[in-house]
């Protein structure tokens, strides 16, 4: 898998427990242009430390530079901080970061006619891009965020970028008017939500109960960190006939371990695609952020990390 070695050029502090690096070539090329709601998935230190999909929230076309912005949160483990931590306490500028190329599973539909965006805290990144290309390409893109106070990011720049940005601090009033935003949308529009795990399933609750169909909401979450544990499930090693249960709980890469086969893996979390294996049969519960529509529908691989099989025994090429 291709790879990106890139040097922080800028570091941005200036909202609490907020960091936004600005990233650019060595040699100052021209990056990978990327569709608005794309991430990048960012090796957060040397063998062993994790690896971070952040949101790029600048411009997508043939970029001088990637911007992204990390919250600071979670303490990792002894000898092992997280990869926030890592990007918060130990990064500075002229440091060279190694990334993967820009990934989008959170594009918006093109054919919608309005696109509803709504973002929570550090939920906002992947709404800037889209934003970008809205007020690009002429489209109707509007914005409900709700952060805490003094913890708001990108406000001024989301507020030049549209007239339709709707900035809460307040609980109360954000539901008062997300609950009327989502009942008063013309039909063809399309919801796109980001934010905490908890925030994300409120507001797809509240839309499901307004009617909204399943095929105009659209989520954007950074890794599986709540996942539930999940049914046991049989699989069956083709090339040895070997076969095992996945407990509940137990993530499939880990049995893999477990029964000494060595999967190349990075994150742990479903963004990066480096733990990718052949599927040749069984049903596929896909909880990656990875892999596109298309590709799970096609039931022919899956990211052991995170995603579980069900149903018939999983048939795995390895």
């Avoid at 994150?267 to 990066?272: A, E, L, Q, S, T």
């Amino acid at each position: 898998m291709s790879t990106l070695k890139l040097v922080v050029t800028a570091i941005d502090d200036s909202v609490d427990g907020i960091r936004t690096l600005t990233l650019t070539h060595p040699d100052g090329a021209p990056l990978p242009s990327f569709t608005p709601g794309s991430h990048i998935v960012v090796e957060c230190g040397g063998p062993g430390r994790p690896a971070n999909a952040y949101s790029l929230t600048g411009g997508g076309i043939t970029p001088s530079a990637y911007v992204i912005s990390v919250l600071r949160c979670g303490d990792g483990v002894a000898d092992r901080p997280s990869g926030s931590q890592w990007i918060h306490n130990e990064l500075a500028t002229g440091d060279t970061v190694v990334t993967r190329p820009p990934r989008s599973a959170f594009a918006p539909v093109l054919r919608a006619r309005r696109h509803l965006l709504v973002a929570a805290g550090i939920g906002v990144t992947p709404m800037v891009s889209h934003l970008r290309s809205a007020r690009l390409w002429g489209r109707d893109a509007r914005l409900l965020y709700i952060h805490r106070e003094g913890r708001g990011a990108y406000v001024d720049t989301v507020r030049t970028l549209t007239d339709h940005a709707s900035i809460h601090t307040r609980r109360g009033e954000f539901i008062a008017e997300l609950t009327t935003a989502l009942a008063e949308q013309p039909f063809g529009t399309h919801l796109y939500i980001c934010g905490p795990a908890s925030f994300i399933d409120f507001v797809t609750a509240a839309a499901a109960d307004l009617g909204w169909p399943p095929s105009r909401i659209h989520l954007e979450h950074f890794g599986a960190v709540a996942l539930d544990p999940g049914e046991p499930f049989a699989v069956q090693i083709v090339s040895t006939g070997e076969e095992f249960t996945v407990d509940s709980g137990v993530s499939l890469l880990e049995s893999l371990e477990s029964h000494g086969y060595d999967v190349p893996n990075l994150c742990r979390r479903g963004v990066c695609g480096e733990c990718r294996i052949p599927v040749t049969r069984g049903g596929i519960t896909h909880r990656d952020l990875y892999l596109s529509e298309a590709e799970k529908q096609a039931g022919d691989s899956l990211m052991p990390c995170v995603s579980r099989g069900f149903g018939e025994t999983l048939e795995l090429t390895l």
